[in-house]
């Protein structure tokens, strides 16, 4: 494709973009005077465009309105905590957005892969989170879960990019290292995870993401939907089924996840 073409492409989504972002004021104003309590949980590998969405959302929104929880290792006092424990402080009030990146789910995710947690823990959550989950849709809080999915190809390019640009030392960690050694188990885990807490009151949706700037847009668009505010100033479509699909339709065999 020739570069002007490229230019315009790019020129053309951001134009998107920032029509999305409006939407978003929009959509934050409505859940600030309705109070209700919006809670975003962004999952996947690393490198697969959690920071960058998170970026995209919430650049325009309130700030006061607006946390976004990237939370640490657990200290040694929350490693005796019931594992929710930790999380729960951290949920939305009234007219309130909270977007997770990363959350609950590390239990099943990277602490099952790397062991940091026992079996039992692991299957503890596993069990529980259903149940968790359902008391959160009942006090009125709207989650929206998205599992961000990246090739293995694509995440070994964009590893390699972090690891070579000064700027982006504080997005490099020791378990990046063995993300691509891993792999497999990580797609074991995801599948387990994916398939055991995917209910119908807090569903996964999947997002194809080896073009973020295709991932972002689409997410947004995605949670622009699920929100449902009645007067947006600007059009909003629901995003692509190629990029944004429920895991239901993994389930149903019409989609795969990336192996």
């Known amino acids: 494709m020739p570069d002007s073409d490229k230019r315009k492409k790019k020129a053309e989504a951001e134009e998107?973009?920032?029509?999305?972002?409006?939407?978003?004021?929009?959509?934050?104003?409505?859940?600030?005077?309705?109070?209700?309590?919006?809670?975003?949980?962004?999952?996947?590998?690393?490198?697969?465009?959690?920071?960058?969405?998170?970026?995209?959302?919430?650049?325009?929104?309130?700030?006061?309105?607006?946390?976004?929880?990237?939370?640490?290792k657990p200290n040694d006092r929350e490693h005796g905590q019931w594992w929710f424990q930790r999380y729960v402080n951290r949920l939305p009030t009234t007219g309130e957005w909270v977007i997770f990146n990363r959350s609950w789910y590390n239990r099943a995710g990277v602490e099952k892969v790397m062991g940091?947690?026992?079996?039992?823990?692991?299957?503890?959550?596993?069990?529980?989170?259903?149940?968790?989950?359902?008391?959160?849709?009942?006090?009125?809080?709207?989650?929206?879960?998205?599992?961000?999915?990246?090739?293995r190809d694509e995440q070994k390019k964009r590893l390699d990019a972090r690891r070579s640009d000064p700027r982006k030392r504080l997005k490099v960690s020791d378990l990046d290292k063995v993300a691509q050694d891993r792999w497999?188990?990580?797609?074991?885990?995801?599948?387990?995870?994916?398939?055991?807490?995917?209910?119908?009151?807090a569903p996964w949706i999947c997002v194809a993401t080896d073009s973020k700037m295709k991932a972002r847009e689409h997410i947004i668009r995605h949670v622009l939907t699920v929100i449902g505010a009645p007067d947006y100033s600007v059009e909003v479509k629901a995003p692509d089924k190629d990029i944004v699909f429920s895991y239901d339709e993994v389930i149903g065999g019409n989609r795969t996840l990336q192996r």
């Open 16 to 72: 998107r973009l920032s029509e999305l972002q409006i939407a978003l004021v929009d959509a934050q104003i409505w859940t600030m005077k309705t109070g209700r309590k919006i809670c975003i949980v962004l999952e996947g590998r690393d490198a697969a465009g959690k920071d960058g969405a998170i970026r995209r959302l919430t650049e325009s929104l309130s700030v006061r309105n607006t946390r976004i929880v990237a939370l640490p």
């Open 116 to 151: 940091f947690s026992t079996a039992q823990e692991q299957e503890t959550f596993i069990r529980d989170v259903p149940d968790f989950e359902a008391m959160l849709e009942r006090s009125g809080i709207v989650l929206i879960k998205m599992w961000l999915d990246i090739s």
């Open 184 to 201: 497999e188990d990580y797609s074991a885990a995801r599948d387990e995870m994916l398939k055991r807490s995917h209910t119908d009151w």
